[in-house]
């Protein structure tokens, strides 16, 4: 089912269309507990949400990337991410009421605060045209709204400045600690808590867990850490909270109490991958007693962090809350790897990957074009003429599509092409190169 080896110019096309047929097959088969032919050929894949439309998806990326026209460079990593993404984002479109975000690099920079204009702008006119969105975030600050609103300082101004109505941003919700702490944004923007038995009654219910089990599981976490600390020469601190427990650079007074060792100012990936998946094999095979609360233990690309529940509850939480179908909702984040935290959300939603705030803000903004929506009003745009289905030009042998948005290249020069985090990222789209907004998808 691999044709990317073959030279023919529909070679492309024909594989996405076998493996969309996989996928079709692969959500009967899981919807009769049987084994599918995907599931044989990739026994760790998980479950499908939706259809995806990946042939079209494909279409359209060739399109503006002419990736088929390649004889030397195989597609790489992240154009597949990207090609099916741009699928999800068209399975999910003409339904979607709720999406979730991660916080750290999909809505503003790792460690720092919101301040990107033209996503909050998207996000409001999400709001304004009833969709729910949540920040579901590893940030663990109890019930402390000033220190989320901090966070968040940029976003919930726009909601001022574009005078929404408290209906409508009482549609944007903050999920803190993963799971642990719900918060609903209120009156002249500010985020005010969630009774817990308002959201626990009929999904997960986080709040009502046994607080000795809680205290037990980041017990065991916290052993773990330490003996990584000692064992891998970590000059490095431990942050302990009522649902979360995390590793941190130790500072300069780190120095003295592990003279030969590393990560006083800043800990080396690896060695936080190492600490992450220590913890996550403790936590799983303690006997005396085992830990049967959820958790998640995950490098946060400074710290590692173990904490009570993990994004699946969280999603799972507010779909029972509001209501909403786990196909008409979305999450998008950027870490879907091992030792990521939003790799569990796949098991109960859609899921988008990004790797920054500027791909979050160019995938919305197809979003918006697939939903029918101006990008500039937020209102209902014009109908657009539903783009012809491919024909094969015997000319040159290619497929002819009509012109779409999808954003150009901008090249991440010195990271390994194979990352997730590096190679060619469509999210940043030269200003010389405008293209026509997205036409909706054939019915």
Not at 270 to 280: F, G, I, P, Y
Not at 320 to 340: C, M, P
Not at 343 to 354: F, L
Not at 360 to 377: C, F
Request: net charge negative.
């Amino acid at each position: 089912y691999h044709g990317f080896a073959l030279e023919l110019p529909d070679t492309y096309v024909t594989t996405m269309k076998k493996l969309e047929k996989l996928v079709d097959d692969h959500r009967i088969a899981q919807d009769k507990q049987e084994v599918s032919t995907l599931k044989k050929l990739v026994p760790s894949v998980g479950l499908f949400h939706t259809p995806l439309p990946l042939a079209e998806a494909w279409s359209r990326y060739d399109l503006k990337y002419s990736v088929s026209g390649r004889r030397h460079v195989a597609p790489s990593f992240n154009e597949v991410r990207h090609t099916l993404n741009l699928a999800q984002v068209m399975a999910c479109a003409s339904d979607l009421e709720m999406i979730c975000f991660d916080g750290d690099q999909t809505l503003y920079s790792d460690g720092g605060n919101f301040s990107y204009k033209p996503l909050a702008n998207i996000i409001c006119m999400l709001l304004e045209n009833n969709v729910n969105v949540v920040l579901i975030t590893a940030a663990g600050y109890g019930y402390d709204s000033s220190k989320y609103e901090t966070r968040l300082s940029g976003l919930l101004a726009a909601f001022v400045e574009n005078e929404l109505s408290p209906e409508i941003i009482g549609r944007f919700y903050v999920l803190g600690g993963e799971c642990n702490y719900l918060l609903r944004c209120g009156e002249d923007a500010h985020l005010v808590k969630v009774p817990d038995e308002d959201w626990s009654q009929s999904g997960p219910a986080p709040r009502s867990w046994n607080d000795k089990e809680c205290q037990h599981l980041l017990d065991v976490a916290e052993e773990s850490l330490r003996n990584s600390m000692v064992d891998l020469k970590l000059r490095a601190k431990i942050l302990r909270k009522p649902r979360g427990i995390g590793l941190l650079p130790g500072g300069p007074e780190s120095v003295s109490a592990t003279p030969s060792g590393h990560g006083s100012l800043k800990l080396k990936k690896e060695a936080l991958d190492e600490v992450v998946l220590r913890a996550q094999h403790a936590l799983s095979t303690h006997k005396e007693p085992p830990i049967e609360l959820p958790f998640c233990a995950f490098n946060g690309g400074s710290d590692a962090w173990i904490d009570v529940g993990n994004k699946c509850i969280g999603v799972e939480a507010m779909q029972a809350y509001l209501g909403v179908q786990k196909a008409r909702s979305i999450h998008v984040g950027d870490q879907f790897l091992k030792t990521g935290n939003d790799v569990a959300a796949r098991t109960c939603s859609p899921c988008i990957w990004i790797i920054s705030p500027k791909e979050t803000l160019k995938v919305l903004e197809i979003l918006l074009g697939l939903m029918g929506l101006d990008e500039l009003s937020g209102k209902r745009a014009p109908p657009t003429p539903t783009p012809k289905s491919p024909k094969l030009d015997p000319t040159n042998r290619g497929f002819n599509f009509p012109e779409l948005a999808i954003p150009s290249s901008n090249h991440s020069k010195g990271q390994d092409a194979l990352s997730p985090r590096s190679g060619d990222s469509f999210i940043n789209r030269a200003a010389s190169d405008e293209v026509p907004p997205l036409p909706l998808p054939p019915n």
